[in-house]
């Protein structure tokens, strides 16, 4: 376990969330690696991505077109990114894209929890043809700003974007700390428009406190490098405070790593429990146990909602089906696939869909997310689920209920 998690230090496993300097969703669990060897001896499977000859016998007719007619100076290495692009982007799906050799330096680094931009998760919405923010990162420039999930994204410093421009608004925001970008929204039939100073950000995702009748609260808005062990600490800490029961809190939380979710299950479940099973387009399973016995050992509620996605469901769904916990709040988001990252030899990468994961008893996650044992809605009031009071958090109030009783 510790051996991979230091490779995955450099190349950053994550459930995704997926984070660009603009932080594009992912939301869960992207596994990046090296595909190819770097000693000259490269398979072709990926050298066909580039080079196959069924997407060069398609282009070839486009190409002398272009070469015979096309008025102006043809940049060949444009447009063979462009064709690849578009070749992935006919997979229509919302999680696999290419990333441009020019790209992937930032957006290694910004997988790695510190870039600077405004702190947002991001995915594709198809039907919509936009791109819609998942939720803001807490505490960030967004969130500041009033960006709320749900939110779609129109335009950005006055050009419009539909959703396979994700990648675009990605480029379109990143810039040096402490300039502007404007970014306009569709939130239902308001048009709204918002004036945003990037900085830099760094996640952190993990936070607590103590609440009447001795409930410990953990709120974890993110899974990055190192959460689990904070996770831990911030538990440790509430336990010398004298806790007798625990509220986590992943509502809005789209996701990341799928072992530092993993992690946090195997310090609640008991040694050698069911915590993830996988299968790949072959069929073949794996199965993710706990490895050590449980540390905490005390009633917990998970707080979720719609905005929950990814290695958050991973974490609530063992929970649930193990009975380790009870689910409050409304259903999970539903991304129940991990994308994995591959990096070619021209420095560009590719991210594609490669698993899908289900809970302990085999619960279908994808395109259905989890059910809560106890369904409970934020009141009408609320307009924001980013910022909501405690006093009209009902959700919240909820837990502290079952824990109370």
Do not use: C, W
Not at 124 to 138: F, M, N, T
Not at 202 to 218: A, E, F, H, Q
Not at 253 to 260: H, L, Y
Not at 294 to 303: A, K, T
Request: proline residues 3%.
């Amino acid at each position: 376990m510790e051996e991979n998690k230091k490779t995955y230090r450099f190349f950053k496993v994550i459930m995704l969330v997926i984070l660009t300097a603009f932080i594009t969703f992912l939301v869960t669990s992207l596994f990046m690696y090296n595909y190819l060897k770097t000693d000259g001896n490269q398979t072709s499977e990926t050298g066909d991505i580039i080079t196959g000859k069924s997407i060069d016998d398609a282009i070839k007719p486009y190409k002398k077109l272009i070469d015979k007619y096309y008025l102006k100076e043809v940049d060949e290495d444009k447009l063979k990114e462009g064709a690849i692009k578009g070749y992935v982007e006919g997979l229509e799906d919302p999680y696999s894209e290419f990333i441009s050799a020019e790209d992937m330096s930032d957006y290694t680094e910004s997988i790695l929890g510190n870039f600077v931009g405004i702190g947002i998760y991001m995915i594709q919405d198809k039907e919509a043809d936009r791109v819609k923010i998942l939720s803001p990162i807490k505490n960030t420039p967004a969130e500041k700003a009033g960006l709320q999930p749900g939110d779609y994204i129109i335009e950005v410093d006055g050009e419009e974007y539909k959703a396979e421009d994700m990648q675009k608004i990605s480029d379109h925001v990143k810039g040096e700390a402490g300039t502007k970008v404007k970014i306009k929204i569709q939130r239902g039939n308001e048009s709204l428009e918002y004036e945003i100073t990037r900085e830099e950000i760094t996640v952190n995702p993990v936070t607590s406190k103590v609440l009447s009748n001795n409930i410990g609260y953990i709120e974890l808005t993110s899974f990055d490098e190192k959460t689990a062990k904070y996770f831990k600490e911030e538990f440790e800490k509430l336990k010398g405070q004298n806790i007798k029961s625990l509220i986590i809190d992943l509502r809005n939380n789209g996701g990341g790593i799928v072992d530092e979710a993993i992690s946090i299950a195997d310090y609640i479940t008991d040694k050698n429990s069911t915590l993830l099973i996988t299968t790949n387009k072959n069929g073949d399973e794996k199965v993710k146990n706990a490895k050590e016995d449980p540390i905490i050992n005390m009633p917990i509620v998970v707080l979720v909602n719609k905005n929950t996605a990814s290695a958050s469901e991973i974490l609530s769904g063992a929970l649930k089906d193990l009975n380790k916990a009870t689910l409050v709040g409304t259903k999970t988001y539903g991304k129940g696939v991990i994308q994995s990252v591959m990096k070619l030899p021209d420095g560009s990468g590719l991210k594609i869909t490669t698993e899908e994961y289900f809970t302990p008893n085999r619960q279908k996650i994808n395109e259905k997310g989890i059910e809560p044992n106890e369904e409970v809605n934020l009141p009408d009031s609320v307009k924001n689920v980013m910022q909501v009071k405690e006093e009209d958090d009902t959700q919240l109030k909820k837990a502290i209920e079952v824990l109370s009783k």
